[in-house]
């Protein structure tokens, strides 16, 4: 066996074992591209390995996506099949096991009309709200993982010939998600126990707000008194241990949703809808965007902004050192899963029920008295630099550094 291919089986074996730790006689549903063909095939088989009952995979294909978005009539934009948000309300509630294998090519949309993106993304939001409600309070295992395509790769690597651009991608993802490790299960939980000392710490603290400044950045975020830091694993409604995200380098928690003031920057590019936006700031009064404005894919920014109530407002707070593995690798993902991992981010849109105490067992009503925001939509976006400084608040006024100069300073 190459040594490709044994990393590619590590790969497989930590998706299935620390990613959605599939239990025995559980059913995995995996989402993932043609091209992740081979990849998600050794998914399938370590799953079984593991003792999965049953594992259905949803493919998808880039190409035929984009032939839709070309040739199909403008009313198909506004519906969404209902049997498929049902059939995945119905596996969550049997306890199965979800995984995405995400791949997609940053630009496949350009130059779609925003309206059809906008469309689309709405009444897929609508239909998926049971089953978004059932991912954000932790109700099943649930985790998303990474597979190159061509067309990615060669974003990410765009001096690169093909096969040598897939090559180097594939090098960066084992990278980032510890393949390379001699035992990368026991990685993953040294990983784990380590994001979780700051999220003590920071649950020790419960700030009132954090106060970020940088290079166009002066933004003001509260915090809720029973707001919780969560950081890499999360368990599910029977307790069993998961990792949502492979990469995952964050520690996060949920802002007021009222209580977001002045100015943000963008520090990475945002892939969204198929587009690329980048170079964009936003201002916030009492919580609500009241203006937004972008060098590239400001039409696309707005769409985001205005999709219901909710995308007017933030629903994450999330905290990651400039010196993160993926940050000092230097490389551009062009995709959130790993740019969110590199940098300081908030995510406009819907806010996790777990971010609050006792959050998972609350309605939405219950959330909304929490200051939770509730969305059809939660879209992270990179806001970490080397000259970013935050300062925890607490009750009293006082002011303690959390960051200085785009890391920790505890």
């Known amino acids: 066996m190459s040594n490709f291919q044994q990393n590619l089986e590590k790969y497989a074996d930590l998706a299935v074992k620390v990613g959605v730790n599939i239990q025995k006689g559980q059913t995995l549903a995996v ?34 996506a984009r032939l839709k978005y070309d040739m199909a009539p403008d009313e198909v934009f506004n519906e969404y099949p209902m049997h498929r948000a049902k059939e995945r309300e119905e596996l969550a509630e049997n306890n199965a096991a979800f995984m995405s294998i995400v791949s997609a090519n940053p630009d496949l949309l350009k130059g779609v009309d925003t309206k059809r993106i906008a469309a689309a993304n709405k009444a897929a939001g609508k239909a998926l709200d049971r089953y978004r409600q059932y991912v954000q309070s932790d109700k099943m295992s649930w985790t998303v993982i990474a597979a190159p395509s061509k067309d990615w790769a060669l974003k990410v690597f765009p001096d690169s010939e093909e096969n040598e651009a897939v090559e180097k991608l594939w090098d960066a993802i084992f990278k980032s998600v510890r393949v390379y490790e001699e035992n990368p299960v026991q990685a993953w939980k040294e990983h784990n126990a380590s994001l979780h000392k700051k999220v003590d710490y920071l649950n020790g603290k419960k700030y009132k707000a954090l106060h970020y400044t940088a290079k166009g950045t002066d933004l003001t975020i509260e915090l809720h008194e029973k707001h919780q ?68 894919g400001e039409e696309i920014l707005q769409t985001l902004i205005e999709t219901d109530e909710g995308s007017q407002y933030l629903g994450e707070v999330a905290l990651v050192p400039y010196d993160s593995p993926i940050s000092k690798s230097g490389v551009l993902f062009y995709n959130t899963l790993f740019d969110e991992n590199a940098s300081n981010h908030l995510a406009i849109g819907s806010g996790y029920a777990f971010n609050i105490e006792g959050g998972k067992k609350m309605d939405r009503e219950e959330l909304a008295k929490h200051g939770v925001n509730s969305s059809m939509t939660h879209v992270d976006f990179m806001i970490g630099s080397q000259d970013m400084d935050i300062d925890g608040i607490l009750e009293d006024g006082t002011r303690e550094p959390v960051f200085r100069n785009g890391d920790w300073a505890f």
């Open 229 to 296: 830091w969560v950081g890499a694993g999360s368990e599910n409604e029977q307790g069993t241990p998961f990792m949502a995200n492979m990469p995952t380098e964050e520690v996060f928690t949920v802002p007021l949703k009222t209580g977001v003031n002045g100015v943000v920057s963008s520090t990475k590019p945002l892939s969204y809808g198929g587009n690329l936006i980048n170079e964009f700031q936003i201002t916030f009064k009492n919580g609500k965007i009241t203006k937004a404005e972008a060098k590239a």
């Open 31 to 64: 989402y993932a591209a043609i091209d992740t063909a081979e990849f998600t095939r050794l998914v399938v088989k370590k799953a079984y390995e593991a003792g999965a009952k049953n594992v259905i995979v949803d493919w998808m294909d880039d190409t035929v």
